[in-house]
């Protein structure tokens, strides 16, 4: 199934939970403004996204959240080539199990999900059978727990 439309016509979610009832593996892409986000999907479940302009790299999210060091940043960072995944190099060097580095993907994969769901404007397209390119790291987060959270910050915000 290939699906394109206007994000004020059909909201994210009416999309998102789309894809997800219809169990669909491919990339839902939404484009508001200047960002872009990829959304990946196995069998309807997320299993990666990432906003093109995202504020917070993973790098810098792990530093940030007390997971690794700047100096391991660093260090990984140097040793990183196009091939490899920043991630990987980290586990590789020891600087952060691959349990705690899955946690913290998941998390910032989440992250980027909530933000989707405010969006009002733009458009989306999902492409059937596109799977992301290189991600060391998949998750599987059924989307309902996504959706629910995602409203439920937006609440708060009073969007």
Avoid: C
Avoid at 28 to 41: H, K, P, Q
Avoid at 56 to 70: D, F, K
Avoid at 71 to 99: F, N, P
């Amino acid at each position: 199934m290939d699906l394109r439309g206007n994000i004020a016509v059909f909201g994210p979610i009416s999309v998102l939970q789309l894809i997800s009832l219809q169990s669909s593996t491919g990339e839902l892409t939404f484009e508001s403004g200047i960002n872009t986000a990829r959304v990946y999907f196995a069998a309807g479940n997320v299993t990666f996204a990432e906003i093109a302009n995202r504020r917070v790299r993973l790098g810098e999210y792990l530093v940030a959240e007390g997971l690794v060091s700047r100096a391991h940043l660093e260090r990984a960072l140097e040793l990183k080539d196009e091939r490899q995944r920043l991630g990987s190099i980290l586990v590789e060097i020891g600087a952060i199990d691959a349990h705690s580095l899955r946690r913290a993907i998941e998390e910032q994969i989440k992250e980027v999900m909530y933000e989707i769901v405010g969006w009002k404007s733009g458009r989306f397209r999902f492409t059937n059978g596109r799977r992301p390119k290189a991600q060391d790291v998949l998750i599987d987060i059924p989307l309902d727990h996504l959706i629910l959270e995602g409203l439920k910050r937006l609440d708060e915000e009073g969007v």
